[in-house]
């Protein structure tokens, strides 16, 4: 099942690609949907949600 996000920061689609090359970096076969007008991440991945969250947050992005 895809983890559901929402990803306050995500401000624009270069936001978007940092989050998803941030994802992918833990999970190459990660895929990515990000929207940053409704800041919803949906990521289907078999990392833990624990692993793309820290992923995320190292990036500069904050999970809410
Ligand atoms: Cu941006």
């Known amino acids: 099942m895809p983890l559901s996000l929402t990803v306050p920061n995500l401000a624009c689609s270069a936001c978007v690609e940092t989050v998803t090359k941030a994802i992918q970096a833990v999970d ?4 990515v949907a990000a929207d940053p007008k409704t800041k919803a991440v949906t990521v289907a991945t078999e990392a833990s949600e624990a692993d793309i ?3 995320i947050a190292a990036a500069g992005y904050t999970v809410a």
Do not use: G, S
Request: glycine share 0%.
């Open 28 to 31: 190459a076969t990660a895929q």
């Open 53 to 55: 969250k820290q992923a």
